[in-house]
C-alpha cells in the first residue's frame, strides 16, 4: 500500500492496480457476463486482451470461481515519470491466498480439480502502469509462478 512518503502519481498508479486487481477477480466470478466497460477504464492492451482471453477460456470451459478473492499487497517497484512514451510505475503485488477462493463447473456447482503447482502460492506479480491519455491505466502484468513471495 502506498505510504505518505510516496508520490501523488504512484500513490495513483498503485489505487489504479488495485482497481484493477478487484475487478479481475469480480469478473472471475462470472466470466460470461460483459465486462468490458469496467475493465476498459482499468487497462489497456496488452494487460486488458490477456485478461479478457482468459475470460473467454473460463467461459467456454464453463469455470468460474467462488469465495473470498486474494487480497492485494503492493509496494512501488519504481517510478518514472520522465519514461518515454508514457509515464510509468511498476508495482508487485503479493497476493494473500484465501482456500476459500476456489474454481468450480459452472453447471454442477462442484470444484475443479486443479494441477497443483509445485511451487507454494503466493506468487508475484508485477504491474508496468502506465499514464495513457492523461489517465493511469495497467498496461502489463507478469506472474511468477516460480517462486513464493512474501509481502
Not at 510516496?6 to 488495485?18: C, F, I, L, M, W
Not at 502489463?140 to 513471495?149: E, L, Q
Request: hydrophobic share 35%.
Amino acid at each position: 500500500m502506498p505510504t505518505s512518503s510516496d508520490s501523488p502519481e504512484s500513490t495513483a498508479a498503485v489505487t489504479v492496480y488495485r482497481r484493477w486487481a478487484a475487478a479481475t477477480y469480480a469478473a472471475e466470478r462470472s466470466p460470461a457476463k460483459n465486462h468490458s466497460k469496467d475493465l476498459r477504464t482499468l487497462a489497456v492492451d496488452p494487460a486488458l486482451g490477456g485478461f479478457q482471453g482468459l475470460l473467454t477460456q473460463l467461459q467456454i470451459a464453463g469455470i468460474a470461481n467462488r469465495g473470498t478473492s486474494p487480497t492485494p499487497r503492493t509496494r512501488v517497484l519504481r517510478t518514472e515519470l520522465a519514461a518515454k512514451p508514457y509515464p510509468r510505475v511498476t508495482v508487485i503485488d503479493c497476493p494473500t491466498v484465501s482456500p476459500s477462493w476456489v474454481a468450480y463447473d459452472v453447471k454442477t456447482g462442484k470444484p475443479v480439480k486443479v494441477t497443483p503447482n509445485p511451487v507454494k502460492p503466493p506468487y508475484a506479480i508485477t504491474a508496468e502502469v502506465i499514464k495513457f491519455k492523461g489517465n493511469w491505466v495497467v498496461y502489463r502484468t507478469t506472474a511468477d509462478r516460480k517462486h513464493t513471495c512474501s509481502p
